[in-house]
C-alpha cells in the first residue's frame, strides 16, 4: 500500500500538520526532538492502533488537549483508495474505516500494515528475551487473528494461575485453571514454532543481502520448557507437576511466557559473539524478515517507517539495505542530515517546532 | 441539581451499564420530564423486591419456593443443564429444544475480577449431585478461559458422584462452532477455528 496523505491534528508536538507524498521515499530531516519520530510513530499507530513507543495513549495528545486525529489516505493493493481516521482520547481510540466505525481489532489488524526500523532495534539482539517475544508476537498477530486470539487466552488464563497462586487457593482451583493454561500453551507454542520457521528463510536471506560477510544467520525458538509431546495433555500435566514450586514464589514460574528466540550469526549467539557490525545487519534482517512475511500473509506491501537508521550504518551497509528494501516499497525515513544522493529521490521535508515544509523537488 | 436528585443519580449509576450521563437523564426523565411514570415503577420495584427470589433448587428467578420450571412435572429433572445467568436459562427456554430443568451459578469462575467457588451458586449444584436426583449434566458455559475452567471444576468434583442406582453421571458440555443458516463465509477465524476444533465425525 501507499501513504498518499498524512494529516495529523494535536498529535504530540504537532498542532496541525496536513502533508502529500508523491513519491515512493519521503525523507524528514531536521535536529531531534522536533517531530519526525512523532510522524513516524503517527503513521505506525495506524497498524496494530498501538505506539511503537508508549503503552499509553494518553502520551500521544499534544499537552492540554483532549482529542487527536490521524487521518490517512492509502492507495491499497486489496481496498483501492480507502480513508483512514482515528481520534484519540482521554478514555480510548475510535477508527472509522471509509466513514464506516471499526469496532473489533481482528477486524482490523493486518489490514494497515508498516514495519518500524529503529535505532532502538538493537535491543532485540541484546536486550531482555521479553523483547524478542513481544516481536514475535506482534510480527505473527500483525496477519492472523487466531493467534492473536490463542495469546490473548493464554496470558488470560496465566492471569488467572497466578492471582490463584498469589492467594493460595486450593488445588480443586488451581487445576481448572490449569486445563484452559495447558491448551493455550500446546496451542501457542505450536503457532510460535510454525511462525519462526516461516521467518527463518527471510531472516536468512535477509542478512546475507545486507552483510558483507560470508557467514549466515539464522533463528530458532526456544523453549524454556518442553514437556512431552508438547500437546494440551502434556503442558496440563506440566502446569500440575509445578503446581507445588510455583505456590512457594507466588507465580507460574515456567511455560510459554519464558521462552525466547535464539539468534545466531555464523553459527554463534549473535547477542555473545556478534560484532557490532553483525549485530546491526541481523537486527536489519529481523526487520525485512517482517516485512516479507505481512507480504506473504496479507497479500499487502507494507509501507517502512524508518527512524533515524540510516546514520548508523557504514556506507557499505547503508547501500545494501537500500537495495534490499527493494524498488516496490514506500518508505518514510527520518535523519539528522540528508541521505546519500545514491539511495534514489526523495520528497524532502525540514521539520521544525512541530511543524513540516516540503522542499521544492530537484 | 437538588441533593435529592443527586442522591437518586448516585443510586442509578450503580446499576450494571450505566454511567454518569445516563444515570442523569434517567433521574430527570422519571422526576421531572414524565413524572407520570413513575409510581407505577416504584410500585413494580416494591411488588418485585418483595417476591422475586432466586428459586432454592436451581438458581432461577422464582416467586415461590421453587421456580415455574423446577414445579413443571412435566420436565426431567434428572437432567440438568448448568448456564452462568438467568438470561443464558431464557435463551435456552427460547429454543424449545430442551425438557430438563436446569442449574444457575449466577456468574463463573473468575480469579483475576475475584471469584471463587464460594462466590458462584456451586454448592447447591454439589448438593443436588450428591442427593441422586441428578443423572445427566449438560454444561452451557461461555467459550472462553473462565468458562472453560468452571467447567472443568465441575467436573472434577462432580464426575465420581453416581445417580440414585449407582450408574455414573453422564457430563457433557454444548458445542461451539457455525451459527446455523450462516455459512463459512462470513464467520470471523476465531468462529471458524472453533468449530473445526470441535468436528464431529460424519457418516
Ligand atoms: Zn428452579
Known amino acids: 500500500m501507499r501513504l498518499r496523505r498524512l494529516t495529523l491534528q494535536n498529535f504530540r508536538n504537532i498542532a496541525m500538520a496536513e502533508l502529500s507524498f508523491a513519491g515512493r521515499q519521503q525523507f524528514f530531516v531536521g535536529p531531534n526532538g522536533q517531530g519526525k519520530t512523532n510522524l513516524l510513530e503517527a503513521v505506525g499507530f495506524v497498524t496494530a492502533l498501538r505506539s511503537f513507543r508508549t503503552a499509553d495513549t ?35 481510540k475510535e477508527v472509522a474505516c471509509d466513514g464506516e466505525r471499526v469496532t473489533r481489532l481482528a477486524d482490523h489488524l493486518g489490514r494497515f500494515p508498516t514495519v518500524v526500523f529503529s535505532s532502538q532495534d538493537q535491543q532485540l539482539i541484546r536486550g531482555a528475551p521479553a523483547l524478542r517475544r513481544r516481536w514475535l508476537d506482534l510480527t505473527l498477530a500483525g496477519t492472523d487473528p487466531v493467534y492473536l486470539h490463542g495469546l490473548q487466552n493464554y496470558h488470560r488464563a496465566l492471569a488467572g494461575r497466578n492471582q490463584l497462586l498469589k492467594r493460595q487457593a486450593a488445588t480443586a482451583e488451581l487445576a481448572a485453571f490449569e486445563q484452559p493454561l495447558g491448551a493455550a500453551a500446546a496451542a501457542l507454542v505450536a503457532a510460535r514454532r510454525r511462525g519462526v520457521a516461516a521467518l527463518a528463510p527471510h531472516v536468512a536471506a535477509g542478512y546475507a543481502q545486507i552483510s558483507a560477510g560470508a557467514e549466515t544467520a539464522d533463528i530458532t525458538y526456544a523453549e524454556d520448557s518442553a514437556p512431552g509431546d508438547g500437546d494440551a495433555a502434556a503442558w496440563h500435566a506440566h502446569f500440575a507437576r509445578t503446581r507445588a514450586r510455583d505456590l512457594q514464589f507466588r507465580g507460574t514460574m515456567s511455560g510459554p511466557h519464558r521462552d525466547d528466540i535464539d539468534l545466531r550469526v555464523g553459527a554463534r549467539a549473535a547477542r555473545d559473539f556478534g560484532s557490532e557490525g553483525q549485530q546491526r545487519s541481523l537486527v536489519l534482517a529481523l526487520r525485512l524478515a517482517q516485512v516479507s512475511h505481512v507480504r506473504e500473509c496479507t497479500g499487502i506491501e507494507p509501507v517502512l517507517l524508518a527512524d533515524d537508521v540510516l546514520g548508523e550504518l ?17 518508505v518514510l525515513a527520518t535523519g539528522t542530515e540528508l541521505p546519500d544522493a545514491e539511495l534514489g529521490a526523495w520528497d524532502v521535508f525540514r521539520v521544525a517546532g512541530g511543524g513540516f515544509a516540503a522542499e521544492a523537488g530537484p | 441539581m437538588t441533593p435529592a436528585f443527586e ?50 433448587r436451581c438458581g432461577n428467578l422464582a416467586e415461590g419456593e421453587l421456580c415455574n420450571l423446577c414445579e413443571d412435572a412435566r420436565r426431567d429433572g434428572a437432567v440438568v443443564c448448568v448456564v452462568e445467568h438467568v438470561p443464558d436459562l431464557v435463551a435456552m427456554e427460547r429454543s424449545g429444544a430442551y425438557r430438563g430443568v436446569y442449574h444457575v451459578l449466577h456468574g463463573r469462575l473468575s480469579p483475576i475480577q475475584g471469584v471463587g467457588p464460594a462466590d458462584i451458586n456451586f454448592a447447591a449444584l454439589e ?3 450428591r442427593s441422586g436426583e441428578v443423572r445427566e449434566l449438560i454444561l452451557a458455559l461461555s467459550n472462553d478461559v473462565e468458562g472453560e475452567a468452571t467447567c472443568h471444576f465441575i467436573t472434577q468434583h462432580l464426575a465420581a458422584e453416581t445417580a440414585a442406582g449407582g450408574a455414573p453421571i453422564k457430563v457433557s458440555r454444548i458445542g461451539f462452532g457455525l451459527p446455523s443458516g450462516g455459512g463459512v463465509l462470513y464467520a470471523d477465524a476465531v468462529t471458524l477455528k472453533s468449530a473445526l476444533d470441535g468436528r464431529r465425525d460424519y457418516v
Do not use: N
Request: hydrophobic share 45%.
Open chain 1, 58 to 92: 494518553r502520551l500521544l495528545l499534544a499537552q492540554g488537549q483532549r482529542e487527536a486525529a490521524i487521518a490517512c489516505d492509502f492507495e491499497h493493493e486489496v481496498q483501492g483508495a480507502t480513508k483512514l481516521v482515528i481520534r484519540l482520547h482521554g478514555e480510548g
Open chain 1, 314 to 330: 557504514d556506507p557499505t551497509r547503508r547501500r545494501r539495505f537500500w537495495a534490499a528494501l527493494g524498488e516496490a516499497r514506500q
Open chain 2, 7 to 56: 442522591k437518586l443519580q448516585q443510586a442509578l449509576k450503580q446499576l450494571p451499564g450505566v454511567g454518569y450521563r445516563s444515570a442523569e437523564r434517567m433521574a430527570l426523565h422519571l422526576l421531572v420530564e414524565k413524572p407520570a411514570q413513575l409510581p407505577a415503577l416504584v410500585a413494580a420495584l416494591e411488588s418485585a423486591a418483595r417476591t422475586v427470589r432466586r428459586c432454592s
Open chain 2, 127 to 129: 448438593a443436588r449431585v
